[in-house]
């Protein structure tokens, strides 16, 4: 089973390498990647045209400035017809080495013609790593009902099949709140979700952050002063949201 990683990049050179290390160091053997740039003005390009010339299953595209969620659904498009398996992946986590060999295994027992969608438990840290706690189990059934008032997967961790991406490919939103809960929304209408209590990604919170997350069991470790500070700027993020693009941001 062939998979494809789909990598969504916009001045992320801070901390794009160990990120790009990480998927590079998977344990599953058919693996690709395909980068879409946002234009960014950092270093990003150039490590991305760095690691492409260095490795032959990096390809990388350099596109217009879309914002995250039009260009992670351009990449949708762009994707390979031909592969079984894709998973998004932000810029700056960080993936242990059997995270796709987890994932991939996890919906292996499933027809390859039903619509599948794949999330995990994350493991939040801090800019350096250091660990903060873990996103919170969903507590709702994972369900079309469910996905019409929440988002109870982060992209970061799903795996999603051919027929997923089929589906997609019908109808891409011109308005939507975030790429991962579009999938949710369509993969949970139309297919199965399947969700993983084990986490096989360290997911960076920082100051740059589009979207924070912190949790009760990340407040309640030692290391109180980063949670406090994620807390602040998880909030200012949303304030700075409400104010650019008003109370009525739309989920389609």
Known sequence: MTVQILLSTYNGAAYLKPLLDS????????LKILIR?????????KILQSYAA?????QVILGENLGFVQSFLQLVTLASATTDYFAFCDQDDVW???KISRSVQAVRSYSQATPILYGSRATIVDAVLN??????????????????????LIGCTSLFNQATRQLLLRQLPQFAYSHD?????????FGEVVYDRESRILYRQHDKNLFGAITMEAEQTQNLTSAFALRINQWRRRID????????????
Do not use: H, M
């Open 131 to 152: 660990p903060l706690g873990y996103i919170q189990i969903p507590v709702k059934q994972l369900s079309f009902q469910n996905a019409l008032v929440e988002c109870s």
């Open 241 to 252: 949201r409400f104010i650019t693009e008003g109370p009525q941001r739309r989920v389609v």
């Open 37 to 45: 740039d946002d234009g960014s003005s950092d270093d990003t390009v």
């Open 54 to 58: 260095t490795y032959d299953r990096i």
């Open 23 to 30: 998927v590079l160091q998977q344990d599953y053997p058919d």
């Open 181 to 189: 809960w579009w999938v949710y929304l369509v993969a949970a209408a």
């Open 96 to 98: 242990l080495p059997d």
